[in-house]
């Protein structure tokens, strides 16, 4: 069974690009996808997307307070319990 | 602030009451780009060097050499005085030796444009896009638009379609900007001024849970882009 980071990194892969280039993973999880080039409205459609794979549900405090790349992971996780 | 041997890349582009917008050149030119990120104080080179890919790169140092002239001018400041700070929900403040400064800006950048607006008083929001159809457009109306809003892109088809959100999307996260709440604001509950979803380029605007503030709203869209700002008013002004 793959990882939460390891299904991250696979989706970020196929879903988000920047100037039509895919980007990985940042290498510093404490990074945050719009310090990768995302804009927002990417990223909202990303949240979608993530939310469906793992079957999580966002809050705004939660879209507020998940800064990081680590932050997300640690979102997906809480809530897979 | 040295003056720029590679030639300004930003120009006035708009005054919207008391706000003043600027666009930002940030097609490629290595002249200019060299020249931007000599301006970039530590932190900010450090950031620079973080990303992944040369087009955010170049995005990032042309906007924030060219927001750190305009700054200086306004403030009447050395490069080499100013310095940035964040809010809690990450919206950047200007710091001129170590004291907040009287001014509020905000920026914003899509492909090889970029938009800075500044003035000397209420809060900002800018927010310029590219007209790229995003990969999930239907997903993304059913998440950032109201009832209304959607009611009205429901009637358009093709370009009108994606014209249309895109106008609605840089009023919403002008807005969103100007409060610098981040996306804890859900785009979905509060829905922009009618008037403005049927054409009309500026209307004022207040969010139903802060009615007591008014906002007044343009848009600056184009033929290259979508845009839109949100200013804050004063409170004894019409």
């Known amino acids: 069974m793959a990882s939460t980071a390891e299904r991250l990194e696979k989706l970020i892969a196929e879903n988000l690009e920047v100037d039509g280039q895919p980007i990985n993973l940042p290498e510093d999880l404490n990074a945050s996808l719009l310090e990768a080039g995302v804009s927002s409205m990417e990223l909202v459609a990303f949240g979608r997307l993530v939310s469906r794979e793992f079957n999580v549900a966002f809050s705004p405090e939660d879209c507020a307070n998940i800064n990081s790349v680590q932050g997300l992971i640690e979102h997906i996780d809480s809530q897979a319990g | ?238």
């Open chain 2, 1 to 238: 602030m040295p003056a720029s041997v590679a030639g300004c890349w930003w120009r006035p582009f708009r005054t919207v009451d008391r706000a003043t917008v600027l666009h930002v050149d940030l097609t490629a030119h290595a002249a200019r780009e060299a020249e931007a990120w000599a301006w970039l104080d530590e932190e900010e080179q450090a950031r620079w060097q973080r990303y992944q890919h040369d087009g955010p790169r170049r995005r990032f140092a042309l906007c924030r050499a060219a927001l750190r002239a305009v700054l200086c001018r306004q403030l009447d400041c050395y490069n080499e005085q100013l310095a940035f700070s964040a809010s809690d929900h990450g919206k950047p403040y200007a710091v001129v030796q170590g004291v907040a400064a009287p001014v509020s800006f905000n920026i914003s950048h899509s492909g090889a444009h970029g938009l800075i607006a500044v003035a000397a008083a209420g809060r900002l929001g800018v927010d310029v896009e590219e007209r790229r159809a995003p990969r999930d457009l239907d997903g993304l109306i059913s998440s950032v638009l109201g009832p209304d809003e959607q009611a009205e892109l429901a009637l358009a088809r093709g370009c009108r379609k994606l014209h249309l959100f895109f106008n609605f999307w840089t009023i919403k996260e002008a807005l969103i900007k100007a409060l610098g709440l981040g996306l804890a604001l859900d785009m979905s509950r509060f829905e922009i001024p009618s008037a403005m979803r049927r054409g009309k380029t500026t209307s004022i605007f207040q969010f139903p849970q802060m009615p007591t503030v008014r906002w007044r709203l343009e848009d600056l869209g184009n033929e290259h882009f979508a845009a839109a700002i949100a200013h804050e008013l004063a409170p004894d002004s019409n």
